[in-house]
């Protein structure tokens, strides 16, 4: 178990910036000046590290009656992170801190989203745990936590471990989710994709072989009426495609209700786009069945974009056909690097966010994608008291305002993070 704990700590210190980690984005932490644009961004908290958490990396919740859920990956009462709310009146409230104490069952390092059910109870996942490698857990609306299932394993164990995306729960309170390790070898670029049902048993849907199935699922699923799942890998696929020196650049997939999995593309690498990322649900659908999502590199290359792309907005239709529909400019003014879960609004316009780029520098931004491909910036953040580094997509209230996170802010040391919405 020491060994395992060793392993556990070790992946989360290496996942505390998971998303920079494997995105691989490099910032340059300069305050200065920057362009004026409309007053359409108001920041509804800023994360202070204790005790009220800090770096959020997951998307938030919105309940009905308005209120804001989300999860910070450090800070809290013992720097392992948080679950808060945040009120309509924009009163932020740490509804549990975890231990992150070694052996201690809280679990510690969330990084995914968070699902809610009909009595108020929340469910999410941490990356460790006092099985070695993470927790699914649920949280009653007084606070209290019960852990569901503790991920066992270290290294060298094909058990699924570290989850590192959020979780899906269906009609009849059965959770989904995936882990990036553990399955089909004992590599971390394989990954699993899991039901906890009810009851609590654990099952094993699919296990990733890093090979032409993918490998090392970030992001949350989604689920059609026929029960069938949805999701990309962050790896694997074409294995042709050596960006950054991995094998493959990552697949969408489908996973039937037996367990079969569909590879519904595999990215090259070039004008698709490679390596989608996390940050909520990978792809969203619309009601004739389409998905859409973001992969964060790839597409144009040059300028700004450098040798690795700057990202692209697709859509896989319901016979697998592939469509580009938008690739990020290569001044970066439109943004580098766009994250998972786009938000889809009645007219089939997609919203998300960018980590990087941007023209009030290179703290990303908020962006629109309509129909036919052309991408509209909504808001490009300043790296001051907005924030910067959304690592997380957004979500969308019936007015058609967006409301997201910010990893991280430059306006003092102390200021890690920003809970935002932005009013279109």
């Known amino acids: ?14 996942l505390a910036s998971t998303r920079a980690a494997l995105a691989i984005v490099l910032l340059t932490v300069i305050v200065s000046a920057w362009p004026a644009q409309a007053q359409n961004l108001i920041v509804l908290h800023t994360f202070a590290n204790t005790p009220d958490g800090a770096y959020p990396v997951a998307p938030v919740l919105r309940d009905a009656a308005g209120t804001l859920y989300g999860t910070t990956f450090f800070g809290g009462t013992e720097s392992a992170g948080t679950v808060f709310k945040v ?89 989904y989710g995936t882990t990036i390790c553990g399955g089909a070898s004992k590599s971390c670029y394989t990954g699993t994709v ?43 696929g074409d294995l042709h495609c050596t960006l950054q020196g991995e094998k493959g650049c990552g697949v969408v997939f489908k996973l039937d209700r037996f367990g079969k999995e569909t590879v519904l593309h595999a990215f090259t690498g070039k004008d698709d786009g490679a390596f989608p990322l996390g940050g909520g649900a990978a792809l969203v659908a619309d009601a004739d069945g389409n998905l859409f999502g973001a992969a964060g590199y790839a597409g144009a290359f040059g300028g700004q974009c450098g040798i690795y792309g700057c990202g692209t907005v697709f859509k896989v239709d319901e016979t697998g ?21 786009l938000v889809l609004d009645p007219a089939g316009n997609l919203y998300g966010t960018t980590q990087t780029g941007g023209a009030a520098g290179n703290y990303g931004t908020v962006f629109e ?12 953040l300043n790296g001051g008291s907005e924030g910067a580094t959304p690592f997380a997509g957004l979500i969308r209230d019936s007015q058609g305002n967006l409301y997201g996170t910010a990893y991280q802010a430059f306006l003092r ?9 932005v009013i279109p």
Not at 200 to 212: C, D, I
């Open 87 to 175: 009120d309509k009146d924009d009163t932020e409230t740490v509804l549990f801190s975890f231990s992150g104490t070694e052996g201690q069952p809280s679990g510690a390092f969330p990084s995914g989203n968070l699902v809610i059910d009909e009595d108020g109870n929340l469910y999410g996942t941490a990356l460790e745990g006092s099985g070695g490698s993470g927790v699914v857990y649920k949280l009653t609306p007084s606070g209290k936590e019960i852990i569901l299932h503790n991920f066992e394993g270290g290294i060298g164990t094909t058990d699924p471990k570290v989850p590192e995306s959020g979780l899906l729960m269906d009609k009849a309170g059965n959770l």
């Open 321 to 341: 056909k592939f469509t580009a529909l938008h690739a990020f400019s290569t001044d970066g003014t439109e943004g580098e690097t766009p994250n998972g879960a």
């Open 369 to 380: 994608v309509g129909r036919t491909g052309k991408l509209t910036v909504l808001y490009s």
């Open 1 to 14: 178990m020491k060994q395992e704990a060793q392993f556990s700590r070790s992946t989360s210190r290496i």
């Open 413 to 421: 040391f102390e200021r890690v993070g920003t809970v935002f919405k």
């Open 194 to 236: 899991f039901r906890l049902a009810k009851n609590g048993k654990m099952t094993v849907l699919h296990s990733f072989t890093g090979g032409s199935d993918g490998g090392a699922p970030m992001a949350s699923l989604i689920m059609d009426k026929a029960g069938n799942l949805y999701g990309t890998t962050f790896v694997g």
